[in-house]
């Protein structure tokens, strides 16, 4: 099993930026990848960003250009750089991982390791 805190979020400006961090603990031999979801209120978690086993990296089209997403093996933490920020990027963001193939990378469906969330809210 793989655990996972998020942490670092809060309200932001439109335009502004902010960064999360996921840090990663547990008991794992082999590569895993490892991404960021996201829920907002009504709506279904969706993939923002994740990193594969490989260090390749993938960015659903919502974000793409303006979130940034990286890996720091040696502290075993994820990050999720987000600039330009939107009303819309509003949500709880998650942490997931498990040993995702490329093409499920986005998909909810391979990943069994979970993070809590952290609230990203757009501020007036």
């Known amino acids: 099993r793989i655990n996972l805190v998020e942490s670092g979020g809060g309200s932001v400006q439109a335009g502004g930026s902010l960064r999360l961090s996921c840090a990663a603990s547990?008991?794992?031999?082999?590569?895993?990848?490892i991404a960021w979801f996201r829920q907002a209120p009504g709506n279904e978690r969706e993939g923002v960003a994740a990193v594969h086993a490989d260090g390749s990296n993938i960015y659903a089209d919502s974000v793409q250009g303006r979130f940034t997403v990286y890996r720091d093996n040696a502290k075993n933490t994820l990050y999720l750089q987000m600039n330009a920020w939107r009303p819309e990027d509003t949500a709880i963001y998650y942490c997931?991982?498990?040993?995702?193939?490329?093409?499920?990378?986005?998909?909810?469906?391979?990943?069994?390791?979970w993070g809590q969330g952290t609230q990203v809210t757009v501020s007036s």
């Open positions: 547990g008991s794992y031999s082999i590569p895993y990848s």
């Open positions: 997931a991982a498990d040993w995702v193939p490329w093409g499920g990378l986005l998909s909810l469906r391979g990943y069994h390791n």
